[in-house]
């Protein structure tokens, strides 16, 4: 809990409730920690915001009984709730319970108040429009910069080098011929994932910003060859190259849309590494939210970076490949050898991960 109880001694304003459960209680019906905990302990002055249509789907099937959700919700410590669709039931019934006491006015006081306190701070009675000036600030330098900083010190190195003698990382800017090759290398889309103007996001160049492949080809030499193929065919293997980059990962999700039982590398992730590993000394560049199964292949790299999501400065991500800055980040959570381990956490008897929370190896920057 150690930085969500720092961001609201710094005034965090607003927090809302997941979808999930705690030992089996739903959250958006969770009064011990919406209230008890957040809002008494912690002292929270903000307001509490439900997810989208989060108290419907207090009950299964989602809206099974609407006011029995509404009293739970708002019971909880819920200030103000994201009704999409049905909000005149959702008005009607809430009314309907407030004058039958079933829910006490002091709780919609409480909300009100809450709510306001946020407005009256932000100044929304007296500016309630957004200043149209700040438009121009989106996508500064100075921001991208940041971003790019953000990617270099997120990554984590996982192997470096089939042998600790032979480290094949960071990579010679100069070289005779290189190969860039998967799914992601060339792909603004995937390296942003989900939540990126649109909900689910989608592949594709659909922001400004940098590839992977674009960070590479600024970085080496000017006489260094970079040959681009995203699944390269037995010809473009045949040739002879310094190293190969694959950059592989997950396609876009957000939310449910994200769930899977195996958490496997998309296909043709795992062919591409295997012919590209297969035919070069090859650094894996893995896009993803999370750890996925790589154990199947480890073997085949010669080194193996999570970039997590980098989002849109892929420069970022040569930075570090090429040694102007070294590898810094760790493991944020254990990564599993199999989903068969799942769940794993630190502590438990039968702790056999394939990267322990934590791990990250490191290497030395020029800059």
């Not at 000017?222 to 293997?237: A, F, I, K, N, R």
């Not at 045949?238 to 592989?248: E, P, R």
Request: net charge negative.
């Amino acid at each position: 809990m150690p930085p969500y109880y720092n961001s609201i001694i710094r005034g965090v304003s607003t927090v809302m409730v997941s979808y999930s459960s705690w030992n089996g209680v739903k959250m958006h019906a969770n009064h011990f920690l919406v209230t008890d905990f957040l809002k008494n302990k912690l002292k929270f002055r903000g307001f509490v915001i439900s997810d989208w249509e989060g108290i419907d789907r207090i009950t299964t099937p989602p809206h099974a009984n609407y006011s029995y959700s509404i009293e739970a919700g708002v019971g909880a410590g819920i200030d103000m709730i994201m009704v999409p669709f049905r909000y005149t039931e959702f008005i009607d019934d809430l009314t309907t319970q407030v004058q039958n006491k079933v829910i006490p006015m002091s709780r919609i006081d409480d909300a009100v108040y809450r709510i306001l306190r946020v407005k009256f701070t932000m100044g929304l009675f007296e500016n309630p429009y957004p200043d149209s000036s700040l438009a121009g600030e989106l996508g500064k330098q100075e921001h991208r910069e940041l971003a790019r900083e953000a990617v270099r010190k997120s990554l984590v190195l996982l192997k470096n080098g089939k042998s600790s003698y032979a480290p094949l990382l960071p990579l010679p800017k100069k070289a005779g011929k290189i190969l860039v090759a998967g799914s992601h290398a060339n792909d603004l889309g995937n390296q942003c994932g989900g939540w990126t103007i649109t909900w689910q996001g989608s592949s594709g160049n659909t922001t400004a910003g940098t590839t992977i492949l674009s960070g590479i080809e600024a970085t080496v030499d000017p006489s260094t060859q970079v040959v681009y193929s995203e699944s390269p065919d037995s010809g473009v293997l045949a040739d002879k190259y310094d190293y190969a980059i694959v950059v592989v990962g997950e396609p876009p999700y957000a939310e449910t849309f994200g769930d899977n039982l195996n958490l496997t590398i998309p296909a043709p992730g795992p062919s591409v590494i295997q012919s590209v590993c297969g035919a070069a000394k090859c650094v894996v560049v893995l896009i993803s939210g999370r750890p996925l199964v790589v154990e199947p292949y480890l073997g085949d790299m010669d080194a193996l970076v999570a970039a997590w999501l980098p989002g849109s400065e892929g420069q970022g991500v040569a930075d570090v490949l090429f040694g102007d800055y070294g590898f810094t980040g760790k493991l944020p959570r254990t990564w599993f050898k199999s989903v068969d381990q799942l769940p794993m956490n630190v502590g438990d008897a039968h702790y056999d991960p394939l990267f322990p929370f934590g791990f990250g190896l490191t290497t030395k920057g020029t800059k």
